[in-house]
């Protein structure tokens, strides 16, 4: 069901565990030690404290690989997403997936999906998804997409459908920008313009709750009461902007004043595909995607208590990550995160 709300006023309102891998511990060495000599140099000219060192380095290093998601304000939110291979955002405790990604496992619990573009590593899961959907009887997902790629989107599930002759039941979405939908009685979603190399949309989630009115908030129990059942609406409804995804783009979003609930929502999902002077803005802005210094740039307008940075370009180590996540965290008050999985260390 889409409705139309106005936004009222925004109140300011651990990582899982890591799987440690098993690692052999190095076997004892035989240190002698003079009588008058110092310890530690002994310990320092066997070698044995630059293998622990290493080994630690190596400990941390693998505890980034191996883990699986993140909690940031009070929302779990999980997946992978690489640039040009797969993007597949998701909050478990929206039911939903931003963009599909390749369709991993765990996006097919998830009721709604928003697709951003039509860019293979984003969609190109999408009849797998609504697929496994089905074969697990589940009942059809809610799937968002830009309207002007829903005609083309119902060709491709036709096209499945045919090939594989098996229903393909899907609630297709064409969500434009600026428009809401409720998700439930207490969740709804809004599309805003993004800037690709191909039309391409966000979306923000917002939480949804009632106020009571200010010329009522005198009023004891039993008035209100009475006004409530003569028909009288006495609240007003006040969406707060939860997350906001804006999948791949060029930072020109962020300076689009239309865009402002996606840059104060509690938790910004945004890209960073390049990071470092190997790769300029030009380059980037070309192929409509976010260099890091760009947003360094833009700082100023960022709001939001929590920023996760996706789609880093596969030529990155999880160390060229954290290095430029620590530059663009001295640069906001926002919790910066980086999502590493799918990502691989140097060591």
Known sequence: ????????????PQIFPFHQPILQSPKPQK?????????????????LLSTIGVE????????QVNRKGVDLEGYSIEGISVGGQETCIIIPEFKCAFDIGRCPSRAIQQNFVFITHAHLDHIGGLPMYVASRGLYSLSPPTVFVPPCIKEDVEKLLEIHRTMGQ???????????????????????????????????????????????????????????????????????????????FTGDTRTDFMLDPRNADALRAKILITEATFLDEGVSIEHAREHGHTHIFEIIENAQWIRNKAILLTHFSSRYHIEDIRKAVSKLQSKVTAKV?????????VY
Not at 56 to 63: D, I, L, M, V
Not at 213 to 227: A, P, R
């Open 56 to 63: 630690e380095e190596y400990r941390r290093a693998r505890s």
């Open 166 to 244: 098996v229903e393909l039941d899907v609630d297709l979405v064409a969500l434009d920008v600026g428009d809401t939908y409720e998700m439930r009685n207490n969740l709804v979603c809004r599309a805003f313009e993004t800037n690709h190399v191909i039309p391409s949309q966000g979306y923000v989630i917002y939480s949804v709750r009632k106020k009571l009115k200010k010329q009522y908030m005198h009023l004891k129990g039993k008035q209100i009461e009475k006004l409530k059942k003569s028909g009288v609406e006495i609240t007003d409804t006040i969406l707060s902007p939860e997350v906001a």
């Open 1 to 12: 069901m889409q409705i139309s709300m106005p936004i009222s006023p925004l109140t300011a």
């Open 337 to 345: 995160v980086p999502l590493t999985e799918g990502f691989k260390s």
């Open 31 to 47: 240190i002698a030690l003079q009588r008058h000599g110092n310890p530690v140099n002994s310990f320092r000219d066997s070698g």
